[in-house]
C-alpha cells in the first residue's frame, strides 16, 4: 500500500467548528480546513489503528490511488482558536460499539 494520507475529524469536530463560526462576532469571509494536524494519518496508520482495536489481522488490498491530503489546520487553530477534541481512535471505538450493540443496519446504503 503505497503511503498516502488522509486527514481524519470526527463529526463532532466539524459541528463544532460551524458552530463556532456561527456565534464568531464579526464577519468570517474565508475558508477554514477543520481538523487537527496531527490527525494527517497514512491509509496504512488508520488501517492498523482499525485492526489493533478489533484484534484481528490487517489484509492489505493493492488499490491505485495517487491521492495524497497532508491538509494543514494553521488557520482555523491560529485565527479561531479552534482545536479538535476527538481521535481517530475515539471514533473507531464508536463505531465499534455502535456495531457491536447492534444499533447499525448493515443493509443500509447512501449509494
Avoid at 28 to 39: A, D, F
Avoid at 60 to 74: A, G, Q, S
Amino acid at each position: 500500500m503505497p503511503e498516502v494520507h488522509r486527514p481524519i475529524v470526527h463529526v463532532s469536530d466539524i459541528s463544532n467548528a460551524i458552530l463556532l463560526c456561527i456565534e464568531h462576532e464579526g464577519i468570517l469571509s474565508r475558508v477554514y480546513n477543520v481538523g487537527s494536524s496531527i490527525q494527517n494519518y497514512t491509509k496504512r496508520e488508520i488501517a492498523e489503528k482499525v485492526s489493533d482495536r478489533l484484534n484481528v489481522p490487517l489484509n492489505i488490498v493493492e488499490k491505485e490511488d495517487k491521492r495524497d491530503y497532508i491538509v494543514n489546520f494553521d488557520r482555523i487553530k491560529n485565527e479561531l482558536n479552534f482545536s479538535t477534541k476527538f481521535l481517530a481512535e475515539d471514533g473507531i471505538e464508536e463505531m465499534v460499539k455502535i456495531l457491536e450493540d447492534g444499533d447499525f443496519d448493515l443493509e443500509q446504503s447512501n449509494v
